[in-house]
């Protein structure tokens, strides 16, 4: 684990708002199907969204826990509802930062791959 000044310096790195126009972006190319012609636009978005979501799971104890198990929506659904909650920081601890992050990592790994 890291101490000191360093561990500051790379919990602050992290996006500490939602990221609402890279997450409109991403929900736009996937409910459109127009990921591959926006590829690198698409990537740079899931990129950003991919920081946020892994300072929520971890830069944050107060925000609610969760594992795999817990997930009852899929990915797409779940930054929706971030994104329509993106006005109350105080929602977004119901947001299961989680299956967002696996999924925006299914993403980049689908899309990186099938190039």
Request: hydrophobic share 40%.
């Given at each position: 684990?890291?101490?000191g000044?360093?561990?500051?310096?790379?919990?602050?790195?992290?996006?500490?708002?939602?990221?609402?126009?890279?997450?409109?972006?991403?929900?736009m190319?996937?409910?459109?199907?127009?990921?591959?012609?926006?590829?690198?636009?698409?990537?740079?978005?899931?990129?950003?969204?991919?920081?946020?979501?892994?300072?929520?799971?971890?830069?944050?104890?107060?925000?609610?826990?969760?594992?795999?198990?817990?997930?009852?929506?899929?990915?797409?659904?779940?930054?929706?509802?971030?994104?329509?909650?993106?006005?109350?920081?105080?929602?977004?601890?119901a947001?299961?930062?989680?299956?967002?992050?696996?999924?925006?990592?299914?993403?980049?790994?689908?899309?990186?791959?099938?190039?």
């Open positions: 684990m890291r101490t000044t360093n561990a500051k310096l790379v919990k602050s790195k992290y996006p500490i708002m939602l990221p609402l126009d890279e997450a409109k972006n991403i929900v190319y996937v409910t459109t199907g127009t990921i591959l012609q926006n590829l690198p636009d698409f990537m740079h978005d899931v990129w950003v969204v991919q920081g946020y979501a892994q300072g929520q799971l971890l830069g944050n104890p107060d925000l609610k826990s969760y594992t795999a198990e817990n997930a009852t929506n899929d990915g797409l659904v779940e930054l929706q509802k971030a994104i329509s909650s993106a006005e109350d920081p105080s929602a977004q601890g947001i299961n930062w989680l299956l967002i992050l696996q999924w925006v990592i299914e993403l980049i790994l689908r899309y990186y791959l099938s190039r």
